[in-house]
């Protein structure tokens, strides 16, 4: 199984940008489709974008227009890109991965990275 590993949190203030790389052990070709998501203090994880093989995107609500998920296959790496950042986008931010359209997303979460946003 291929393994995901996040990186690139930080702190930065409201109205700023980060990208976040989430790198794989193997080839991300494989994957049917690689999703980040996020989990603030007392929140439930949800959904932020998810990127198909075949480069089909989908990005939920709140940061639809703000973030950019895309992949560098050379690389084995899927990003986020997070511009204008909120307050709101303060969360541990995990990408994870589906190998086929019919699987579930994997059991396994990587540590994650951390992004806080300062008024």
């Known amino acids: 199984q291929v393994q995901l590993v996040e990186s690139g949190g930080g702190l930065v203030q409201a109205g700023g940008s980060l990208r976040l790389s989430c790198a794989a052990s193997?080839?991300?070709?494989?994957?049917?489709?690689v999703g980040w998501f996020r989990q603030a203090p007392g929140k439930q994880r949800e959904l932020v974008a998810t990127?198909?093989?075949?480069?089909?995107?989908t990005y939920e609500d709140p940061v639809r227009g703000r973030f950019t998920i895309s992949t560098d296959n050379a690389k084995n790496t899927v990003y986020l890109q997070m511009d204008s950042l909120k307050p709101e986008d303060t969360a541990a931010y995990y990408c994870?991965?589906?190998?086929?359209?019919?699987?579930?997303?994997?059991?396994?979460w990587g540590q994650g990275t951390q992004v806080t946003v300062s008024s």
């Open positions: 193997g080839s991300i070709r494989y994957l049917y489709i």
């Open positions: 990127i198909t093989r075949d480069g089909t995107t």
């Open positions: 994870n991965q589906r190998r086929a359209s019919f699987a579930p997303w994997a059991a396994d």
